[in-house]
């Protein structure tokens, strides 16, 4: 029987003159947490009539006591397990000056499957400002409140793509949603890739040219027809000095948590889990042009990217240019979905900054390292580092794609600018390398490996990239194959096959 050969190769830059451009390796990010309001008096939602018996439709009476709770001058609306039921029913509620909300253990906030309970707002979504669906729970310019507590905010979105579409909608094949821990093997690569499916906007008539928020004057409930659109399950938009802390997410019916133009976002000890993993879109977190944001200690597996840094959509993203920056993403787990912590697609507003630090990726998740644009976004994506990364039995460890969704093109042909990256650190295990693709006219700049050590069943591939320090990157491939393979659309001098190590696969096509 033929045995399998270990390679083991070094990648090792020619010289300093190559790499002499690249910036040194950022500090460590950090910046103070928010400021928080106390917690104050305690307002229970079933001292203003709210059923905790899974059924009753307790919008009305949940909006009551937040509504007390502000007139008060504030405090904390209680989601309370009692003796008789601990699931509340509900539609969109939206939280007030001064009013946090904490749902207690075993007690579940669910959404209520029915589009009417949804108002129409002037919001952003996938990168673009428009009236759509408001979320299950919303919080619009806001300062120093919390949401917190040990129980569950629950968007039912299992059952949310039977009740816009009359019936079960295709989505990727599910599979059990608990958390693989580290030692457990992934399961075989799905070998489809089904493209999730977005919620399609609704059409109006009135002009809408800038995002109206109306924090305490909520719009009325309007009919939205069933097939237009599937609330998030949280939106803070505009809201400064935030936390949301210890609760389970789950089973959203589009984009979980949504951070949209805050600043000073603590997110703390958050589980966040789409339990069925086949509801399109699911995204874990989507940081959406804000700033100061704090990720630590998040669980988070979904069915798409667990975590996503945006900043606008082509020619809207750059009216607004407001960049996503100083993010910082800390002491936690990306389990499954397709990306772990991404940047984009929607970058037209720049994107910098950004540090992902100490904290795990495995149970088969399709990239820890993402970057996606396409040649319409324009805008800059700089000065990100992934440092201290532990991954287990991911894809592929890198997918950088400057043109991802080729075919959805809207609007002229503006490249994306993908400089600064900085790997330290990242060891473990993947199916395949991946690659990191820039284009012809755009390539993928300055990129930094210091102590990475990968064993991949594939070669990490480089496509239009310049100025990269490999030094510090080791990869193990089974069976002798070249640890990478590189070309350029243009010749380049540090991706020349003659650095030491480095390999051009026959045939690799440029794209």
């Not at 949310?160 to 580290?182: C, F, Q």
């Not at 984009?255 to 133009?261: K, Q, R, S, T």
């Not at 490249?415 to 390539?443: F, W």
Request: aromatic letters at 6%; glycine letters at 8%.
């Amino acid at each position: 029987m033929r045995h399998a050969i270990l390679t083991t190769l070094l990648i090792l830059s020619a010289s300093a003159a190559f790499t002499a451009g690249i910036p040194p390796v950022p500090a460590p990010l950090d910046f103070p947490l928010p400021k928080l309001l106390p917690a104050g008096r305690d307002f229970p939602i079933t001292d203003f009539g709210a059923i905790p018996d899974g059924k009753t439709l307790n919008t009305t009476t949940i909006q009551k006591a937040i509504d007390a709770c502000s007139a008060a001058g504030g405090g904390t609306v209680v989601i309370p397990r009692t003796d008789h039921g601990s699931v509340y029913m509900s539609g969109a509620i939206f939280l007030k000056k001064g009013a946090s909300l904490r749902i207690e253990k075993d007690a579940v906030l669910k959404a209520w499957l029915d589009p009417a309970q949804y108002p129409i707002i002037d919001t952003r979504f996938e990168g673009t400002e428009r009236p759509f669906m408001s979320a299950f729970l919303n919080a619009t310019n806001l300062d120093g409140i919390t949401v917190s507590g040990e129980g569950t905010l629950d968007g039912s979105g299992d059952q949310w793509l039977n009740v816009i579409t009359k019936g079960p909608r295709a989505g990727r094949v599910g599979r059990a949603g608990s958390i693989l821990p580290v030692s457990t093997p992934a399961p075989a690569p799905i070998p489809e890739v089904i493209a999730p499916t977005p919620p399609l906007q609704t059409v109006f008539t009135a002009p809408r040219t800038v995002l109206t928020p109306t924090p305490d004057n909520p719009p009325p409930l309007q009919l939205v027809s069933a097939g237009s659109n599937r609330p998030r399950l949280a939106l803070f938009s505009n809201c400064t000095n935030t936390a949301i802390k210890g609760l389970h997410l789950q089973n959203q019916a589009v984009w979980c948590l949504h951070i949209l133009y805050c600043s000073d976002f603590l997110v703390d000890n958050v589980t966040i889990l789409d339990p069925t993993h086949t509801v399109p879109s699911s995204d874990g977190i989507d940081i959406d042009s804000s700033r100061w944001v704090r990720v630590n200690k998040t669980t988070i597996s979904v069915n798409d990217d667990c975590i996503s840094i945006k900043s606008g959509k082509d020619a809207d993203g750059r009216r607004v240019n407001r960049a996503c920056e100083d993010i910082l993403i800390v002491n936690s787990h990306m389990a499954e979905g397709q990306g772990g912590v991404a940047m984009g697609s929607e970058v037209s507003g720049t994107i910098r900054n950004v540090e992902v630090r100490d904290t795990l990726v495995d149970s088969g998740n399709w990239a820890p390292i993402r970057f996606k644009s396409q040649d319409t976004r324009g805008g800059t994506v700089e000065n990100i580092v992934y440092r201290n990364l532990k991954i287990a039995n991911v894809r592929q460890v890198f997918d950088f794609n400057l043109n991802w969704s080729a075919t959805s093109r809207s609007g002229p042909r503006m490249p994306t600018t993908v400089k600064n990256i900085y790997i330290i650190n990242v060891t473990g295990t993947a199916s395949g390398g991946g690659s990191i693709v820039g284009l012809p006219d755009s390539p993928v700049t300055d990129i930094l490996f210091r102590d990475c050590d990968f064993t991949c069943g594939t070669p990490v591939r480089f496509i239009n990239t310049a100025n990269l320090d490999t030094a510090g990157l080791k990869i193990t491939l089974l069976n002798g194959r070249a640890a990478f393979t590189s070309t350029n659309s243009t010749p380049n001098t540090q991706d020349s096959p003659n650095i030491p190590g480095t390999q051009t696969q026959p045939g690799l096509q440029n794209p």
